[in-house]
């Protein structure tokens, strides 16, 4: 087990000139599982997302629909922070990159001390720029001339800027993530990011004319004329989300970052441009990296020329928000692109959720409250008894070691494993005929049954947390922590409370 007393992650800041999608989603699920489950083995975590508004792309959205970029941003930010919420994303700052107070002097801090380490410099050049990813090419990374992640024709733009001496950093980047001192998750992104750096890394510009930024952003300190590269301000906001610039204690107590949670398209953002920020800079480094994939719908990839963006708001507002959390955790793989079908949600809600989980609470609840009036029988678990609960509770490790390697889908099919365990013991141990011999004859293996619920609303907490919450309650007890699995907790004289049930089926 993991022995630290804080732990500090961040989601990607999504840029807000759309609204969000399902990747966003998926991403706030993992996200929050990871720190959850933290939580529960008694870290102070802390969580930061946001909304990276300084983009030119807003500035263009908001043109279009005839608004201010402020208020643009404050509208978007907010539907973002909705879903935030909706999907129960437990996030403990949402950092907003157009505030001035909570934002701005950490960002400028960070610019002040890359220009000390003499890593700054002005120069005029000519280069190929996709807003869309506010970042420039190469001619030789863009095969079809269009950028590969937006199919859009790159701007040709000459300007006078200031550049940051990434060069200077290549060497010690390869080291820092071949040896993994930086972790980047999975191994396929860590090769793609050490065969990047290897093709040698370039200075790149940090700043643009307040003219091509239309105004908007933040301006490079002592020189108005040109207003920071959003890349550095967005990426600054996993520092001043804990306070950099504002709060120095709180800062201190969190820095430096055990995950950034990113899709694959920011991977270079993060794994070189951040990290070599950062060395610049004299602050730690993150520890890890973690990189989800894409999703697909029904085998195609999202659209609006398609006509197959799927919102998450409509989908949490069918089926709630835990079975869609089990989708993505259950069905999207963790570190690779992933398919989601509604069709196959309801089937795993019914056939997975329903059948394993609900039947388990369900059938071991009623079983009690028939029988034993809600009361915990005084019963002492047999040998063959002690040997489920022993492959139980090797179970139980096998599912912590994974969550604390990350592997989130690995970790929750063992979580249904558990619960499918469990059934089988109840199927096993018959107690519909032990009970017509007397109470006691049932008991052990209800006492038993009943523990193991209690351990599966412990495991399901970081991952669909209404479900773990709504478990407890029929149990009667408060939720407990991570430390507390395995242990007979529930003992004879424990009332419980009223069985409900957990998944409807679709
Ligand atoms: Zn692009």
């Not at 966003?24 to 969580?47: C, K, M, P, S």
């Not at 907010?78 to 960002?107: C, M, N």
């Not at 950099?244 to 970052?257: D, I, L, V």
């Not at 009361?375 to 040997?387: L, M």
């Amino acid at each position: 087990m993991i022995e630290i007393s804080k732990f500090y992650l961040t989601t990607a800041i999504p840029y807000v000139n759309a609204a969000p999608h399902i990747g966003h989603a998926l991403e706030f699920v993992q996200t929050d599982a990871i720190a959850r489950y933290h939580r529960l083995l008694g870290n102070d975590v802390a969580l930061v997302t946001g909304a990276d508004e300084n983009s030119l792309k807003n500035v263009h959205a908001a043109e279009a629909k005839g608004i201010s970029t402020a208020q643009l941003c404050e509208q978007n930010a907010e539907i973002f922070k909705q879903l935030a919420e909706k999907i129960g994303l437990s996030y403990t700052d949402f950092l907003r990159t157009s505030i001035k107070e909570s934002h701005w002097p950490g960002v400028n801090r960070l610019w002040e001390l890359l220009a000390k380490s003499g890593d700054i410099y002005k120069k005029k050049y000519t280069g190929l720029y996709c807003v869309g990813c506010e970042s420039f090419y190469e001619e030789s990374e863009l095969p079809e001339g269009v950028c590969p992640e937006h199919n859009k024709k790159p701007e040709i733009v000459e300007e006078e800027n200031y550049f940051f001496k990434l060069s200077r950093y290549q060497d010690e980047l390869e080291s820092l993530i071949e040896t993994n001192e930086l972790q980047v998750l999975p191994e396929t992104r860590k090769n793609e990011v050490l065969s990047f750096i290897r093709s040698g890394l370039q200075d790149f510009s940090i700043s643009r004319s307040v003219a091509r930024a239309k105004g908007w952003g933040v301006p490079v300190p002592g020189d108005e004329s040109q207003i920071q590269y959003v890349w550095l301000d967005a990426l600054g906001t996993y520092l001043t989300g804990i306070g950099y610039g504002t709060n120095e204690e709180k800062f201190k107590k969190y820095w430096p970052a055990d995950v950034h949670v990113i899709g694959k398209g920011i991977l270079r953002f993060h794994a070189v441009y951040w990290p070599a920020f950062l060395l610049s800079a004299g602050l730690a480094l993150p520890k890890t990296i973690f990189v989800h994939g894409y999703i697909t719908v029904e085998g195609q990839k999202m659209s609006k020329s398609i006509g197959n963006i799927v919102d998450p708001f409509s989908l949490i507002e069918k089926y709630g928000s835990d079975p869609l959390r089990y989708y993505f955790l259950s069905e999207v793989p963790t570190f690779a692109d992933g398919d989601f079908s509604e069709k196959l949600l309801i089937e795993k809600n019914n056939n997975e959720l329903a059948a394993n989980i609900g039947n388990l609470v369900n059938r071991t609840m009623v079983f009690l409250t028939n029988n034993y009036a809600g009361e915990i029988p005084k019963a002492e678990p047999s040998d063959s008894e002690n040997t489920f609960l022993d492959s139980q509770k090797a179970q139980i490790e096998k599912i912590t070691s994974l969550l604390d390697e990350l592997k989130l889908k690995e970790a929750m099919e063992n979580i249904m494993a558990f619960s499918s365990n469990a059934n089988k013991f109840f199927q096993d141990q018959e107690p519909w005929k032990k009970i017509k011999e007397g109470k006691e004859k049932a008991a052990p293996s209800l006492y038993v049954l009943i523990n193991q619920v209690k351990d599966l609303a412990i495991l399901l907490a970081p991952f669909l947390p209404n479900t773990s919450a709504s478990i407890f309650k029929q149990l009667g007890t408060e939720p407990q922590i991570w430390e507390e699995l395995g242990i007979l907790s529930i003992n004879a004289g424990h009332r419980l409370g009223k069985p409900e049930i957990l998944f409807k089926k679709l």
